[in-house]
């Protein structure tokens, strides 16, 4: 069983579009995360979710929003897609808050390319 | 603020050798450190998870150190083959906002095993 999954795998859009990536977590874990990798493989994060505690990177334009359905989920909405955005987003989950120790789960990551 | 340095940032060797990658991190209030490997268009896979009060992991024929008071750590590989060919990244989990945590990344070394 897949422990941290996405979809879509791919995703290819035109600028300004809106798209949403989906994210599920079967492990039981209490938070979960979003990581955007750029094109030269840099990982950074975008979001910690908790309870509905949100924390963002202040980095992160807030055409960006993610929702939370239920703590096994956590999916990201882009809105007003722009060509910076192609990247690699990668979807984790831990076990948390004030668990700093655990190790985090990542999923399989949805490139998504905005033409 | 913590950045985290991988060096080098590419390593070719032949088969069956041993090879160690090095990581640093500037900033020595972590939590833990998590090497990962990742394949070309892949998801991140865990390969060990060092606890901030431990020295080090082993996992079959990756060892993988943790020198927290000079910011340092190493995954060493013994005998190295082809199947071993990706990008390693190295991260450390320190707090973030609100007591959560993040995970900072270095930009990864891309190991190539020729036969």
């Known amino acids: 069983d897949t422990a941290v999954s996405q979809t879509p795998k791919y995703l290819v859009t035109q600028m300004g579009n809106d798209k949403s990536i989906k994210c599920e977590q079967n492990l039981g874990h209490d938070t979960m995360y979003w990581y955007k990798q750029d094109s030269k493989k840099f990982l950074k994060i975008m979001f910690s979710?908790?309870?509905?505690?949100?924390?963002i990177n202040e980095t992160v334009p807030n055409r960006f929003s993610p929702k939370s359905p239920d703590k096994a989920h956590l999916n990201l909405h882009i809105n007003s897609l722009e060509l910076g955005d192609s990247a690699v987003y990668f979807c984790a989950s831990s076990q948390g808050p004030g668990q700093g120790y655990n190790e985090q789960f990542f999923g399989p990551g949805t490139r998504l390319t905005v033409l | 603020k913590q950045e985290v340095t991988q060096i080098p940032a590419a390593l070719s060797v032949p088969e069956g050798e041993n090879l160690v990658l090095n990581c640093s991190f500037t900033?020595?209030?972590?939590?833990?450190l998590q090497w990962f490997r990742q394949d070309p268009g892949k998801g991140l896979t865990s390969l060990l998870l060092i606890q901030s009060s431990q020295r080090e992991q082993t996992s079959g024929r990756l060892n993988a150190s943790l020198d927290k008071s000079s910011g340092r750590s190493t995954l060493y590989i013994a005998a190295s083959q082809p199947g071993d060919s990706a990008t390693y990244l190295c991260a450390v989990k320190k707090e973030w906002w609100g007591g959560s945590e993040k995970l900072v990344f270095g930009k990864g070394t891309k190991l190539t095993v020729n036969p």
């Open positions: 979710y908790n309870n509905k505690e949100l924390i």
């Open positions: 900033d020595s209030a972590i939590y833990n």
